[in-house]
């Protein structure tokens, strides 16, 4: 039985392997380790591949997050507004920042930021919102914008997932005052370790960012406030400047088997797809579905060989690391109810037909 797992980096580290090592190389000769030629020309291509105005590269996409909010500004306790159904860094970096995160609902039809319960949160210690493009879909940008404008709340992407997605033809990543990105290698941009990203279209931002990413520093040795270490790496820069060229092609191979596997299982009755609207263009980092019987599927593909994820198991609420945040089973029922359902299914762009075949045949034998 041939295995078919969920994610297979193998697969995506041969597309680039060659070229990779012979910038290593190059690297290496030069001792071109930390910034450089490698790194500008990445910060450059990623910024004009969004249309948007500049990139920050920073360690990874927890210290994006955490930056950004520093950058915008955040006191001790004051209170920003994140989904409840997203990866812990998201709110973590909050806490990290020194902040609170109040945890909001998601829709049931996108696990994206519910914009009605984000409203109803907003309270006079609420300076920010950070919303996530979960699984490469964009979040619901008008009406979130609108509640952030009305009540001058600054806004970041966290766009981790969501690197080529679209909303209304413009990409993600320009709807906040600033946006993040990780570079983990299983992301639709992945490294080969650890990278992040923050961009956004006002410079004097980007440069607070750059600053705090960097030390604090305003001359080799002059810092004009307390930074932190956090700049990416060359040779990650190098690895994500082979790969952003394919990521256009690897976005599109997604959507097509998300495509295939939406036609397959739409048909089932106990199977929830989440909803695509033609104002947005996913990216598809997980082929989502939510089921009843999510474990007793899960436990089926693996004895067939096939692997997939529970992106995420427990709405974040519930994570003990949260329990000072007061909110408690029962109150997001939405978030809650996605953490016993979801199921992410094989999804990376090097997947052949004959794959997603077996497994979409796997799934609707499930229910036979
Ligand atoms: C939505 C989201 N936010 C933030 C992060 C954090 O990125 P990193 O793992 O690069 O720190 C991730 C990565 O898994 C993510 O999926």
């Not at 992301?187 to 607070?208: P, Q, W, Y």
């Not at 996913?282 to 019987?293: A, C, D, E, G, K």
Request: charged share 25%; hydrophobic share 45%.
């Amino acid at each position: 039985m041939s295995e078919i797992p969920g994610f297979d980096l193998q697969r995506a580290v041969a597309q680039v392997a060659r070229e990779v090592h012979e910038r290593w190389v190059s690297l290496t000769e030069r001792t071109a380790f930390v910034g450089g030629a490698e790194v500008e020309a990445f910060e450059q291509a990623f910024a004009d591949f969004l249309s948007a105005t500049g990139c920050v590269g920073v360690a990874n996409g927890t210290d994006a997050l955490e930056l950004a909010i520093r950058a915008l500004g955040l006191e001790p306790g004051d209170e920003v507004i994140v989904p409840a159904f997203t990866f812990i860094a998201t709110a973590a970096a909050v806490t990290l920042a020194g902040g609170r995160p109040v945890f909001a609902e998601v829709e049931s039809t996108t696990l994206n930021l519910d914009p009605d319960d984000l409203r109803q949160r907003i309270t006079d210690r609420t300076v920010g919102v950070i919303g996530v493009h979960l699984y490469g879909r964009p979040f619901q940008v008008d009406a979130i914008v609108e509640a952030c404008r009305e009540h001058r709340l600054w806004l970041i992407e966290d766009a981790a997932q969501a690197h080529g997605a679209r909303w209304q033809g413009t990409a993600v990543g320009n709807f906040g005052q600033l946006s993040t990105w990780s570079f983990y290698p299983a992301k639709n941009l992945g490294c080969f370790g650890d990278g992040g990203a923050v961009t956004g279209n006002d410079t004097e931002l980007l440069d607070r960012v750059r600053l705090l990413a960097n030390h604090g520093r305003t001359a080799h040795y002059e810092h004009s406030e307390v930074g932190r270490n956090s700049r990416l790496d060359a040779l990650q820069a190098a690895v994500l400047n082979c790969r952003l060229p394919l990521l256009e092609a690897d976005n599109e191979r997604r959507r097509a088997i998300a495509q295939t596997y939406r036609e397959a299982l739409s048909q089932l009755r106990d199977v929830r797809l989440l909803e695509d609207r033609s104002d947005r263009l996913p990216v598809y980092h997980q082929m989502t579905i939510l089921l009843p019987q999510r474990d007793a599927l899960r436990d089926h593909l693996a004895a067939r060989g096939i692997g997939s994820g529970l992106q995420y198991p427990r709405a974040l609420h519930l994570q003990p690391a949260f329990a000072a945040s007061g909110q408690r089973m029962g109150d997001l029922p939405v978030a809650e109810a996605a953490g016993e359902q979801v199921l992410c299914l094989p999804m990376f762009p090097q997947l052949t037909d004959a794959e997603v075949d077996t497994v979409c045949k796997a799934v609707v034998q499930f229910f036979d």
